[in-house]
């Protein structure tokens, strides 16, 4: 049985200390050569862990932990870019942190790594130095007789990659790119470079194989683009166009995480987006997307949308669509199980509340990171994994969540003070796993530039203008790309730009039947739990009084009342929803008459509902409440309370023209009143007397009379 392929990319690009900084490999060299090697079809590595910028002990970890768990019949490939520091004869490779001065202390000393690959028992151990050391001094003499040896000056890394990615490498022609056909490579692409290698036993060692040549590639600078979409299922592995829900949203490698292939290059090869953060090997958490096209753009927010939702669980992923467009152009995507919130152009969009939920989602994560001491969504998605318990109780899922908005630049237009809503995602969003994709058909260099610092990728299908596509790349290309439907390209990391084909879900599979899309979705809705609700629509009707109240049943000794109610028959009772949209939630309603200050006035103008929430009032009290335990005085002004003449709590309806009945009813409750006081102790055996008045009390002149007179408990509309 072939043992296991692993390989560990480290990536140094930042430091603290001025003299260690400038030159170096570039972070998307290292993110093309993992492409390669985790791609099934090229390198075929089981595990590609990338660190990047780590620290000392971050990646001494990494190291220990992958060399140590080989087996005899694994083949390793370890990979160290980033600047060397020599020091009374030693060699040590610079971190983050490292002080030139305190090498032994703050970088890692080539002596450990030694050690490390002295010890692992794999059958191959490849090490690829790239930290500008030429031909001299011999590494072996550092790192060991053992293992096959590969030095360059800072350009070993971006010429593998290239080499595999683009089958130069391939010198033999026969398919494979192994250790013995990197010498002659080397020589033919950095005649001028020094640079080292040392078998150690190690030659014919499969790299990758070569890709399959594309009979139709292009040469020169023209770009060849397929002239097909390909389909998104086939690149996500089911060529037959049925999706294996169970299979594909099994536990991914923390590699596989948040990444997805969008599209294929010029060469066939697909071209992956992956939104996890630098540290994490990704290209960074947001990006901006612009396409003159409705159609085309609203095709590839499918395809990513989609295809991240295909890969990853609705308790991994979730969705945020906000649609400012004005076209819709992401309706179709509301019926994922993924997506915690849609917004379409049809809705009437409150900005504040808008910025109420969003800043609520983050107040949320913030909240669940602190009650277990995580430092970021990612530590905490670590713990839930391994069953971490927090107060005895196991962690809640925290999927990341990508922000969708189209339409952005309509969206600042209208709201410029929406800019800082985002830029407070956008800062938090490497933390707690808040995702950003900016969409519009146009962008002006003034809508974005606020947001350079954060966006670490961006995509662009044909534009309608140059200054278009320069206020996105700082270039005019996406103006020359073709009239072709998916034609695109994506540039990401310090300068690197790829062009390729957007895939597409939106046919059908076969005449006649739905759209792709349509049958994914469908399919997926029967997996994994709905998304968390940052939007709740706002309340724009009543809900019905047994909507607040538990399930109503018949009690022997209480009549038709709520089942499984603490507080019935205690003074409370709900009478309507609070909204609170910062919150996430909606708390009930309650009108309190337990306390000193038991009364209440209702207070609105004509025809605001002042008489309807009164008797929802004494209906919510009467289904809570026996008559012996609050009994009602009505004094109706306004005609509304002859409705609720008959429930049983009901004393009396006096009409406002009945003023004997009037005077009859405040002599009853001031002789009750009058009582209590003789009595000093009230007679708890006796219900709680409730004045209700309803409607105009004035007199003639439209002075308020001194109204109500007091009495156990009032309610006064």
Known sequence: MAGRRVAVLIATTEHIDESLRGGGVAVADCIKLRDVLINPDLGGFDEVCLVVNESKSGIERELERALKGCGPKDIVLLLVSGRAVWSEGQLFFATVGTDAALP??????????????????????????????????KLNEYLGDGVFLLSATEKLTATLAQGIASGEADLHEDGEIDTGILSPLFRRALPDEAWQMRMAGHKGVLIAKAPVRNATQLT????????????????????????????????????????????????????????????????????????????????????LVGGLAATHSSDTVNFALLDFSGDNTMAPLGGLPHVSTLLTGGDTMSIGRLKDALAGEANRRKELLYAGRFRSVWDYQEARRQGVLVSGEPLDPLPALMIVIDGFAELIAEHPDFQDMVLTLARLGKVLQIHLLLSSAQFRDSDIRWLDPFMAYRIAMRTQTASDSRAVFGRPDAIDLPYMTGAAILRFGADTTVRFTTATASRSAKPGAAPVFEDMTRQMLSHGPPAHQL?????????????LLPPLHDNEERGLCPADTPWIGQLKTPIGLVDKPLEQRRDLLWADFSGTAGHAVIVGGPQSGKSTLLKTLLMSMALTHTPKEAEFYCLDFGGALV????????????????????GEIIIELLTSLINDRKNKVPDTAAPHLFLVADGDQGDSTGRSRNWPPAASNTACT
């Not at 939007?535 to 909507?547: C, F, H, K, N, T």
Request: with cysteine; aromatic share 4%.
């Open 535 to 547: 939007w709740l629509p706002p309340l724009e009707r009543s809900e019905p009084l047994d909507v």
């Open 104 to 137: 032994y202390s703050t970088a890692i000393p080539a002596m450990v790594l030694k050690h490390l690959l002295a010890q692992c028992p794999a059958a191959s151990k490849l090490v690829l130095v790239d930290c500008g050391i030429g031909a001299e001094p």
């Open 643 to 662: 409705s609720i003449r008959e429930l049983p709590n009901v004393a009396a309806v006096a009409a406002g023209s009945d003023r004997e009945l009037i």
């Open 220 to 303: 020169g600078d023209e770009v060849a683009t397929p002239e097909v979409q390909p389909e998104l299922l086939a690149l996500l592995g089911f060529p037959d166009g049925n999706l294996d829900v169970e299979q594909a949203w099994q536990q991914r490698t923390p590699n596989d995480m948040l990444r997805v292939p969008i599209g294929v290059d010029e060469n066939g090869q697909p071209v992956l987006l992956d939104i996890k953060t630098s540290p994490y090997g990704g290209m960074g958490p947001h990006g901006l997307f612009i396409g003159a096209s409705d159609v085309m753009r609203a095709d590839f927010l499918q395809t």
